[in-house]
């Protein structure tokens, strides 16, 4: 991913950098995908112009215990499944 982040995602990276320094035992599962058109980026799926990931303003990561990660994300699968609404949409 890009380099250059934008200055909401340093925000947030510097806080999440703060909570671990003063909290050592703690476990996160985190990601923020931005998304933009650009007028050129064709889906392969369906050949239209979609959503392009902003990368900037994007990121994925995780922190913790290999084997407490394993279990928030299997938490977080099955949370996402159970409040999935009938349009496909999540908000937990």
Not at 6 to 17: A, C, R, T, V
Not at 52 to 71: P, T
Request: net charge negative.
């Amino acid at each position: 991913m890009n380099k250059q982040m934008s200055p909401e995602l340093k925000d947030f990276m510097e806080i999440l950098h703060r909570y671990i320094a003063i909290n050592k035992d703690v476990g996160f599962v985190w990601a923020f995908v931005s998304f933009e058109k650009d007028g050129t980026h064709k889906c392969i799926d369906c050949g239209e112009d979609c959503d392009k990931v902003k990368e900037n303003a994007s990121r994925i990561g995780a922190y913790g215990d290999l084997g407490l990660l394993r279990d928030l994300t299997n938490d977080l699968r099955d949370l996402i499944e159970d409040e999935v609404d009938e349009d496909g949409f999540v908000n937990v």
